[in-house]
């Protein structure tokens, strides 16, 4: 039975950088995406490059249960996931009210369901060999509400405290998870113009960085950034929660403007 890494999102962005990190170590990856043809363009150019194996698994995650496919697809062919990375993810803009409810479901879906099923299935099987890591990308968003992004904000807060809590619950084990919670990234998430920006934006190359740099000193979560820091653990604990609502707010409705 061979170690993969097995990176959902992983045709671009944080997702992307991750793959790059990894087959540059010479792990045998398992790339999640819904973009085919980037994802055996990345295949051809790793096997080549690294010389590693790598499978590329065609999924739309917002699918109901279809992490369970993922993980049959896996189990079949006798491959031990040692390291899971879950990138995948998007936001919705607009109010609730008037965003589409098959969008936001999806957001849903994809943020936080199958984030946590995709760690529930591995987990099993790492418990059994008492080995694993898995990194769980949350965001800057989960520290605060952020009017006009609410799903996405929630989401994150979701992953953010259930990976924390996971991370404790592993402590005895040989087991790590860990939280990274980017804030502005140059990816195509950002330069759409979501979520709260300050300052200049973090590659998604720094993101991963920071995400080793943090879990090879035991963290169980960071923030990447020292602008993405300061907005989103200083300010929180400054201002009362609803003035700090009403401030993203006020943020939020000048980038719809423009």
Do not use: W
């Amino acid at each position: 039975m061979k170690n993969y890494v097995l990176i959902t999102g992983a045709s671009s962005g944080i997702g992307e950088a991750f793959s790059n990190y990894y087959a540059e170590k010479g792990k045998n990856l398992i790339l999640v995406a819904r973009s085919k043809d980037k994802l055996h363009t990345m295949k051809k150019n790793f096997e080549k490059r690294y010389n590693i194996h790598v499978e590329c698994l065609v999924y739309d995650l917002s699918i109901e249960n279809i992490s369970k496919d993922i993980y049959s697809k896996v189990s079949e062919k006798n491959i031990f996931v040692d390291t899971l990375i879950n990138c995948a993810g998007f936001a919705t803009s607009g109010p609730v009210a008037d965003v589409s409810f098959d969008q936001q479901h999806s957001e849903i879906m994809v943020n936080m369901v199958s984030l946590f099923d995709l760690t529930k299935l591995f987990l099993n099987k790492m418990k059994e060999k008492n080995q694993g890591q898995i990194i769980n990308v949350a965001s800057s968003s989960a520290y605060h509400p952020i009017p006009t992004m609410a799903v996405y904000a929630a989401t994150k807060a979701f992953v953010l405290s259930f990976s924390e809590s996971l991370s404790m619950e592993c402590k005895k084990t040989n087991i790590q998870v860990f939280a990274i919670s980017p804030g502005a990234t140059d990816t195509n998430f950002f330069s759409n113009g979501g979520g709260v920006s300050y300052g200049s934006l973090r590659t998604p190359e720094n993101v991963v960085q920071a995400t080793i740099k943090a879990m090879n000193k035991g963290k169980i979560s960071k923030i990447d950034g020292l602008n993405n820091y300061f907005t989103s653990t200083v300010l929180p604990r400054i201002l009362p929660r609803k003035n700090m609502a009403k401030m993203v707010y006020g943020i939020m409705q000048k980038q719809l403007k423009k």
